[in-house]
């Protein structure tokens, strides 16, 4: 392995599955639910800044200013937002062989999400990739979030790699790519899932059209 990378680092969330796709599938099927709506505005709803990108707030925000609201409609969009986002999610082309690729070399693998430990573990379980890593980081674990460094070297303390020998894989430039590159890891932005912060100026040491291209990367010759 000339470039002695020793562990690999993902992100979760439209780095292994689209999880936006899965967020607009829930909204769709909660306005055919009210019956009224649309479902894009509702899920800009959740990525609006300062609002908790996973906060059920976010809908009943949506129902109070639509007027669509009744506590009956709040909790049955609540609850089929959180069974739906789920049931939705699909992983992208070439994960599961990817990350067995890399088990099979011995590599170390860390999944670093943003999410809280209950809400991974549903997508964990869902896609079926537990097994693959040998850690799983949550923002419960670390007491922050991305792109604060301490979520990274978190993550590395586990692991017990050093910077240098850890690749780093993200689909976004500020909160993934930015961070790892200042502490001193390699990165590959997933161009593929980044529906959000796209066109900005990405400084990482390989771009992916897909996941499976971090397997040539480590291991050129």
Known sequence: MTRNIQAVLFDMDNTLFDFLEAKLIACQRIIEHLGAGDAE??????????????????????????????????????????????????????????LQKLKEKRLDIALVTDAQSYNAIKRIERTHIGDYFDTIVTTDMTGAKKPDLKVFLYALDILNIPPSKALFVGDSPRRDIEPARKIGMQTAYAAYGDKREKGQKVEADITLSKISEIIDFIFEK
């Open 41 to 98: 505005s509702l899920l800009q709803y959740f990525l609006r800044k300062n609002a908790g990108y996973e906060d059920l707030e976010n809908i009943q925000d949506y129902l109070q200013e639509n007027e669509l609201y009744s506590d009956e409609n709040y909790a049955i969009s609540c609850a089929l937002y959180e069974k739906v986002k789920v049931e939705a999610l699909v992983l992208y082309p070439g994960v599961i062989e990817t």
